[in-house]
C-alpha cells in the first residue's frame, strides 16, 4: 500500500452521535494509506454512550478531540473545529463519508492545484449534483465559474460552496467569515454560500465527484439531517409544475439574497 502523506493538512470532522460512523471513516483514511498533519474531531454534544466512543478513537487515532457540553448546530461545530486547525490547508469532512480508492491521488492532486494558484480558496470532492457553470481545468478537474445573470437561470449556481467534502484554506473564514450559529444547518450552509460568492471565491470542482468519496447512512446511525419530502422523486404532472413553479421563485430569491447580502 502506498503511503500518502499531507503534512500540510488537517483532516476536520464534524460529528453528532455517529461514533461508528466516524470509526469507519477514520479506519478507512488509514487503509488507503493517507496521513494528515493533524486530524480534528469536533462533536456537538454527542449523547454519553457516543462520546465513550469518540475517547477510545481518540486514543487509536490521537485526533484532538473539541466537545460542548450541549448541541449548539453544525455552524457552531464547524467554528469551533476550524479554530483548532494549525495547517496551512483542511480537508472538510462530515462523519458519515469514506474515501473511495481514488481519494488519496485527486487529494494529492488538489492540493498541489491551491499549492501553485495562491487564488484559489477551496476544491469541492464530492457533491450530489455537479455544479452548472463550469469550464475545464485539466486534470480531471473543472473551474466553478459564477454567472449571475438572470439568463444562467439555474439554481444550484448560488452553492458554489458545499459542506460536503472539500479542501479548503484555513484561512477560510479571515476571507469569507465564520459560519452563523444558532439556525439550522441549511441556513447555515446557505449563507456561507452567499457569502462566498460575494466576497468572489475561487475554487475547483473534481468532474468524477462520485469516485472520491461515499456518503454512508446506515439504519443503526441515520443521517441527523433534517428530514427532507420525497416530492423532488414524484413524477405527476402537479407535482411537476409546483416545483418548477417553486425554483423559479427560489432562484429570484436567491438572486435577490445575494445582491442585499452583506
Request: charged residues 25%; contains cysteine.
Amino acid at each position: 500500500m502506498k503511503e500518502a502523506h499531507f503534512p500540510d493538512v488537517t483532516l476536520l470532522v464534524t460529528h453528532y452521535n455517529r461514533s461508528q460512523s466516524l470509526a469507519n471513516l477514520l479506519q478507512t483514511f488509514r487503509e488507503r494509506g493517507c496521513r494528515f498533519g493533524g486530524i480534528v474531531v469536533s462533536d456537538d454534544g454527542s449523547r454519553p454512550e457516543h462520546r465513550t466512543v469518540l475517547e477510545s478513537l481518540r486514543k487509536e487515532y490521537g485526533f484532538d478531540l473539541v466537545t460542548t457540553p450541549k448541541n449548539k448546530g453544525l455552524g457552531n461545530n464547524i467554528n469551533k473545529g476550524q479554530d483548532a486547525v494549525r495547517t496551512p490547508y483542511t480537508l472538510y469532512v462530515q462523519e458519515d463519508f469514506v474515501p473511495l480508492e481514488r481519494a488519496p491521488e485527486v487529494l494529492e492532486a488538489a492540493l498541489s492545484r491551491m499549492q501553485e494558484d495562491s487564488s484559489l480558496d477551496l476544491v469541492r470532492l464530492y457533491a450530489y449534483f455537479p455544479y452548472p457553470y463550469r469550464e475545464d481545468a485539466g486534470g480531471g478537474f473543472s473551474r466553478m465559474i459564477f454567472r449571475p445573470q438572470l439568463w444562467y437561470a439555474n439554481h444550484l449556481k448560488f452553492y458554489f460552496y458545499s459542506d460536503h467534502p472539500h479542501l479548503r484554506r484555513s484561512t477560510f473564514f479571515d476571507r469569507f467569515g465564520r459560519y452563523v450559529e444558532g439556525t439550522n444547518s441549511d441556513i447555515a450552509e446557505f449563507t456561507m454560500c452567499l457569502s462566498v460568492l460575494k466576497h468572489k471565491g475561487k475554487g475547483l470542482f473534481y468532474d468524477e465527484f462520485t469516485k472520491v468519496f461515499d456518503q454512508v447512512n446506515s439504519s443503526v446511525e441515520p443521517s441527523t439531517a433534517t428530514f427532507r419530502s420525497d416530492w423532488k422523486q414524484r413524477q405527476d404532472p402537479l407535482t411537476l409544475l409546483l416545483r418548477w413553479l417553486y425554483l423559479k421563485f427560489r432562484f429570484l430569491k436567491n438572486t435577490f439574497q445575494l445582491l442585499f447580502f452583506r
